[in-house]
């Protein structure tokens, strides 16, 4: 299988690239062979900030320096000049959907040769151009739209993370919650293994250097200098190979230990994924990455502890969905609330295996297409009433769980009469050898085709079987409990409607808190 990894990259650079903090996954290995095998620099969309924390963490290494600016800076041409001359790695971070225009010669790399050297013209200066000089561009916009003209002068990269990629950040930081020293000798055995890959590589090169350099055989056996490079060679090698039988039998007995956690960093990744997608719904509702490590970092320190792997497992699992659900629900309007449950409800299934997504398909969008109506055979649904469920009836029978229900319902129309009148029509059940063919979720597709008024009461219902009555029952605001999961980094902002002020409240907490002398009101209307 040909790979960009396996063809352009190189094990010992994507083994530093990791130690550095970029995630392991293929999508984030290949934008960082595009960063650095590209012609062009790399303009990274990254949301949750990875690309960033990786340019940095890498940036430390570099001899000649990184610098880091905004393209707010009055300062910003000035010092890029300077970066430019001594060949520093410069990251040009939050920029919006336009580039300043005298980032062109930069961007298009428009070197200029003059005697010996490079220069590039920046506004009306020369500047002298050093080769190690290297730019990197990030924005935190999740969906930025660039102009035509800004695209072809750069290399768009999307860094934001993938469901993989979280997978592992959530396994690291559970582990180093739970097992510290754990987490810690993994650290070392993967930046010891990388430090011992590049140790080879370069007497790999060295030695194939020697190999090339001597132009006869004779050149080889009189230059002691080859052979120094291989008894040195001999020795790291024989060094790095019992370190190695070492760090793999604790490798692989720290990972064992690891992966019995695995199924609550996957449960956290899903979450995450359920949370960001809420901006659909409004785009008040944003949820940064680093907001979701912390509450997960409380979940981790707050949940009950047991000493049996599994049932701890299932703590963490309980605790913290409860908790995210809790924390969401406070930023979430009334009408929402029972939407965002569903939802939350139904990643947990998907992570499980347990829906099939046909099914969910048709039940979120309902049947579609032309279809012939068949006479209406009852005496119980008006004509209008009949196309609409047929209509369904119709789709429905062409999913494999339903398969024969359009030909049940026209023969034996009478029993499902029953459903259609009662009060509580989502806890009817179903006719004949439906109820027991049919699960949960595939009762609550023929109820929405049958009596569309009683859906909500039906998922209210499911989301109680599936996750617990917890995650209906909305909680009520309490400042004490915003402020306990909140820091000294993330303040509390409260969202009014009319008619709303929380000033009260606030004042009655603070006098409970011993904080009455310590409160500063101030008005931004003020200046």
């Given at each position: 299988?040909?790979?960009?990894?396996?063809?352009?990259?190189?094990?010992?650079?994507?083994?530093?690239?990791?130690?550095?903090?970029?995630?392991?996954?293929?999508?984030?290995?290949?934008?960082?062979?595009?960063?650095?095998?590209?012609?062009?620099?790399?303009?990274?969309?990254?949301?949750?900030?990875?690309?960033?924390?990786?340019?940095?963490?890498?940036?430390?290494?570099?001899?000649?320096?990184?610098?880091?600016?905004?393209?707010?800076?009055?300062?910003?041409?000035?010092?890029?000049?300077?970066?430019?001359?001594?060949?520093?790695?410069?990251?040009?971070?939050?920029?919006?959907?336009?580039?300043?225009?005298?980032?062109?010669?930069?961007?298009?790399?428009?070197?200029?040769?003059?005697?010996?050297?490079?220069?590039?013209?920046?506004?009306?200066?020369?500047?002298?151009?050093?080769?190690?000089?290297?730019?990197?561009?990030?924005?935190?916009?999740?969906?930025?739209?660039?102009?035509?003209?800004?695209?072809?002068?750069?290399?768009?990269?999307?860094?934001?993370?993938?469901?993989?990629?979280?997978?592992?950040?959530?396994?690291?930081?559970?582990?180093?919650?739970?097992?510290?020293?754990?987490?810690?000798?993994?650290?070392?055995?993967?930046?010891?293994?990388?430090?011992?890959?590049?140790?080879?590589?370069?007497?790999?090169?060295?030695?194939?250097?020697?190999?090339?350099?001597?132009?006869?055989?004779?050149?080889?056996?009189?230059?002691?200098?080859?052979?120094?490079?291989?008894?040195?060679?001999?020795?790291?090698?024989?060094?790095?190979?019992?370190?190695?039988?070492?760090?793999?039998?604790?490798?692989?007995?720290?990972?064992?230990?690891?992966?019995?956690?695995?199924?609550?960093?996957?449960?956290?990744?899903?979450?995450?994924?359920?949370?960001?997608?809420?901006?659909?719904?409004?785009?008040?509702?944003?949820?940064?990455?680093?907001?979701?490590?912390?509450?997960?970092?409380?979940?981790?320190?707050?949940?009950?502890?047991?000493?049996?792997?599994?049932?701890?497992?299932?703590?963490?699992?309980?605790?913290?969905?409860?908790?995210?659900?809790?924390?969401?629900?406070?930023?979430?309007?009334?009408?929402?609330?029972?939407?965002?449950?569903?939802?939350?409800?139904?990643?947990?299934?998907?992570?499980?295996?347990?829906?099939?997504?046909?099914?969910?398909?048709?039940?979120?969008?309902?049947?579609?297409?032309?279809?012939?109506?068949?006479?209406?055979?009852?005496?119980?649904?008006?004509?209008?009433?009949?196309?609409?469920?047929?209509?369904?009836?119709?789709?429905?029978?062409?999913?494999?769980?339903?398969?024969g229900i359009e030909a049940y319902f026209i023969e034996f129309h009478k029993k499902f009469k029953k459903i259609y009148d009662a009060t509580e029509a989502h806890k009817e059940k179903m006719p004949g050898e439906w109820e027991e063919r049919l699960n949960r979720f595939q009762k609550m597709i023929l109820i929405k085709a049958l009596r569309g008024d009683?859906?909500?009461?039906?998922?209210?219902?499911?989301?109680?079987?599936?996750?617990?009555?917890?995650?209906?029952?909305?909680?009520?605001?309490?400042?004490?409990?915003?402020?306990?999961?909140?820091?000294?980094?993330?303040?509390?902002?409260?969202?009014?409607?009319?008619?709303?002020?929380?000033?009260?409240?606030?004042?009655?907490?603070?006098?409970?808190?011993?904080?009455?002398?310590?409160?500063?009101?101030?008005?931004?209307?003020?200046?």
């Open positions: 299988n040909v790979t960009m990894a396996g063809v352009l990259g190189d094990p010992v650079t994507i083994g530093a690239w990791g130690v550095a903090g970029l995630p392991s996954d293929k999508l984030s290995v290949e934008n960082g062979i595009i960063m650095f095998k590209s012609r062009r620099w790399p303009l990274m969309i990254d949301p949750q900030t990875q690309a960033n924390k990786f340019i940095k963490n890498l940036g430390k290494d570099v001899e000649t320096g990184l610098d880091v600016f905004k393209q707010s800076e009055t300062n910003l041409l000035r010092n890029l000049e300077l970066a430019i001359q001594f060949g520093k790695w410069v990251l040009l971070e939050n920029i919006g959907e336009t580039l300043d225009p005298a980032l062109e010669p930069i961007l298009l790399q428009q070197k200029i040769k003059q005697g010996s050297s490079f220069v590039i013209k920046l506004g009306d200066k020369s500047i002298p151009y050093n080769d190690t000089f290297k730019f990197f561009l990030t924005t935190t916009l999740p969906n930025p739209h660039y102009a035509p003209e800004t695209q072809v002068k750069i290399s768009l990269l999307n860094f934001a993370i993938t469901q993989f990629g979280l997978e592992e950040q959530m396994l690291n930081q559970l582990v180093k919650l739970e097992f510290p020293e754990l987490q810690a000798q993994k650290d070392e055995i993967v930046e010891s293994n990388a430090k011992n890959a590049k140790i080879t590589y370069d007497l790999e090169n060295k030695i194939l250097f020697c190999l090339s350099d001597a132009k006869e055989i004779m050149d080889l056996l009189s230059d002691d200098t080859l052979i120094d490079i291989l008894d040195e060679s001999k020795k790291v090698s024989a060094e790095i190979s019992e370190q190695k039988k070492i760090s793999d039998v604790a490798e692989k007995q720290i990972d064992e230990t690891r992966e019995n956690f695995r199924t609550v960093a996957y449960r956290a990744s899903l979450l995450y994924f359920c949370i960001t997608d809420l901006d659909k719904i409004d785009p008040m509702y944003q949820y940064s990455l680093q907001w979701f490590q912390r509450l997960f970092s409380a979940g981790v320190r707050n949940s009950q502890p047991d000493p049996e792997t599994a049932e701890r497992v299932k703590n963490l699992n309980n605790y913290f969905t409860l908790s995210l659900y809790q924390n969401v629900c406070r930023s979430l309007f009334e009408r929402h609330k029972l939407l965002f449950s569903f939802l939350l409800c139904m990643k947990i299934l998907f992570g499980d295996d347990a829906v099939n997504m046909v099914e969910w398909r048709f039940f979120l969008a309902g049947a579609s297409g032309q279809i012939e109506v068949k006479p209406n055979p009852t005496d119980w649904l008006d004509d209008l009433d009949w196309v609409q469920v047929y209509e369904q009836l119709y789709c429905m029978d062409k999913l494999e769980a339903f398969r009683k859906i909500t009461a039906a998922i209210q219902d499911f989301i109680t079987e599936k996750i617990g009555r917890a995650f209906i029952d909305p909680p009520t605001f309490n400042l004490q409990n915003c402020y306990n999961d909140s820091s000294n980094i993330s303040p509390l902002i409260f969202v009014l409607s009319a008619g709303s002020d929380p000033t009260a409240d606030f004042l009655k907490f603070a006098e409970q808190q011993d904080f009455s002398n310590r409160i500063d009101s101030v008005s931004l209307g003020q200046g």
